[in-house]
């Protein structure tokens, strides 16, 4: 009989782009879906964040991605989480007290809207018991950050929601609308930074440590007042009255993390971080854990032309990385990285075997 070929094993890649630093491709709702579009495109499975995929009412249905949140991601990078996927995850609604009634209502209209038009399975809501307390901030690097004055009653309405039957929680935080002015006009017109970034970043990471659950976090703002002139980049939040329908859409087949090692096989096969064979991370912003815990084993390939307000390449922290000028060659060097080729093979010129050790 003639023999099978050994059967490859999947192809696993991860995409980062740190929220709230700026980011040239990446740093707007959305913006960044076209690369996780076209990663998909040429690997098994891709893990990514929901600031990758979330494009406030937009958003692109990936059956080969999991939408994983920060604190999460960091945690799987790590080797301490697996990642399960599901077929479906009922989503628990969590609504800041903050948020006044009509404001409040358009919010439930949206997540109506995804149970009829998605078939999307929500919990009934639960609105917290006191208002949230969001604050804004920005560092001198330029990267935003934010404080939550009563996390606890994040948390209560968070187990609420668990008690309702929830495995998944979409939260909505009444965020300030006195942005600095001149900043926000700088990033509707494609420059700046994402003042809202950092601080959803600290209130998805607090109910995935406690909780373990996915989550994802949309903004109550009121709207802007209308102008032509806006950034494309920008264009995807200035659509509507929420931000709430990518995340339910995100949330709804988002893997449950798993927080111990199987002593059996799964069905399906949760993953794990020594499953992952690269990472795709913009070159100025590679100090973050979960890149850190992966370039102990995975290729990591380092995007130059996705600028941030950082500077931390990966020379500077001992890492081994390959440079590549864009996102579209990121995606040829994965095409050959899958393939088993060495990418040195596609260059017009190759160096010829020396002597191991310079003899």
């Given amino acids: 009989m003639r023999p099978t070929a050994a059967a490859q094993r999947p192809y696993t890649a991860v995409l980062?782009?740190?929220?709230?630093?700026?980011?040239a491709i990446g740093g707007y709702a959305g913006d960044a879906l076209p690369v996780a579009r076209s990663l998909a495109a040429v690997v098994d499975t891709l893990i990514t964040?929901?600031?990758?995929?979330?494009?406030?009412?937009?958003?692109w249905p990936l059956a080969n991605t999991l939408y994983v949140e920060g604190y999460?991601?960091?945690?799987?990078?790590?080797?301490?989480?697996?990642?399960?996927?599901?077929?479906?995850?009922?989503?628990?609604?969590?609504?800041?007290?903050?948020?006044?009634?009509v404001l409040?209502?358009?919010?439930?209209?949206?997540?109506e809207a995804t149970r009829a038009t998605l078939g999307l399975d929500l919990?009934?809501?639960?609105?917290?018991?006191?208002?949230?307390?969001?604050?804004?901030?920005?560092?001198?690097?330029?990267?935003?950050?934010?404080?939550?004055?009563?996390?606890?009653?994040l948390l209560r309405g968070a187990e609420r929601l668990l008690q309702a039957g929830a495995t998944a929680i979409a939260v909505v935080a009444r965020f300030?609308?006195?942005?600095?002015?001149?900043?926000?006009h700088q990033y509707r017109h494609g420059q700046g930074v994402d003042a809202l970034a950092g601080a959803e970043a600290v209130i998805s990471h607090l109910l995935v440590r406690q909780f373990q659950?996915?989550?994802?976090?949309?903004?109550?703002?009121?709207?802007?007042?209308?102008?032509?002139?806006?950034?494309?980049?920008?264009?995807?939040?200035?659509?509507?009255?929420?931000?709430?329908?990518?995340?339910?859409?995100?949330?709804?087949?988002?893997?449950?993390?798993?927080?111990?090692?199987?002593?059996?096989?799964?069905?399906p096969p949760s993953l794990w971080a020594d499953q992952v064979d690269a990472v795709i991370v913009p070159a100025s912003a590679c100090g973050g854990s979960g890149v850190l815990s992966l370039s102990r084993h995975c290729q990591i390939i380092a995007v130059e032309e996705n600028t941030t307000t950082l500077a931390v390449s990966p020379e500077?922290?001992?890492?081994?990385?390959?440079?590549?000028?864009?996102?579209?060659?990121?995606?040829?060097?994965?095409?050959?990285?899958?393939?088993?080729?060495?990418?040195?093979?596609?260059?017009?010129?190759?160096?010829?075997?020396?002597?191991?050790?310079?003899?």
């Avoid at 209502?105 to 997540?111: E, I, V």
């Fill in 213 to 267: 659950i996915p989550c994802a976090h949309a903004p109550a703002l009121a709207p802007l007042p209308f102008d032509a002139t806006i950034s494309p980049k920008s264009a995807a939040e200035e659509l509507g009255h929420t931000f709430l329908p990518c995340v339910l859409a995100g949330l709804s087949r988002a893997p449950q993390f798993v927080t111990a090692a199987p002593t059996a096989p799964t069905h």
């Fill in 316 to 359: 500077a922290l001992g890492m081994t990385a390959l440079r590549v000028r864009s996102y579209l060659e990121a995606m040829g060097v994965v095409a050959a990285h899958r393939a088993g080729l060495t990418p040195a093979a596609i260059a017009p010129g190759l160096s010829p075997l020396k002597p191991w050790g310079g003899s």
């Fill in 176 to 184: 300030p609308d006195d942005t600095d002015a001149d900043a926000l």
């Fill in 16 to 23: 980062i782009v740190p929220t709230g630093i700026g980011a």
């Fill in 49 to 59: 964040h929901p600031n990758v995929l979330n494009g406030a009412q937009l958003y």
């Fill in 123 to 153: 919990t009934d809501y639960v609105i917290t018991d006191a208002p949230l307390g969001v604050t804004l901030r920005q560092a001198a690097s330029g990267a935003t950050w934010g404080t939550i004055a009563h996390p606890g009653a």
């Fill in 72 to 101: 999460g991601l960091d945690r799987f990078a790590a080797g301490d989480w697996g990642l399960a996927p599901v077929h479906r995850n009922r989503i628990g609604l969590l609504l800041d007290a903050a948020i006044e009634p």
């Fill in 104 to 111: 409040r209502g358009r919010h439930l209209q949206a997540a």
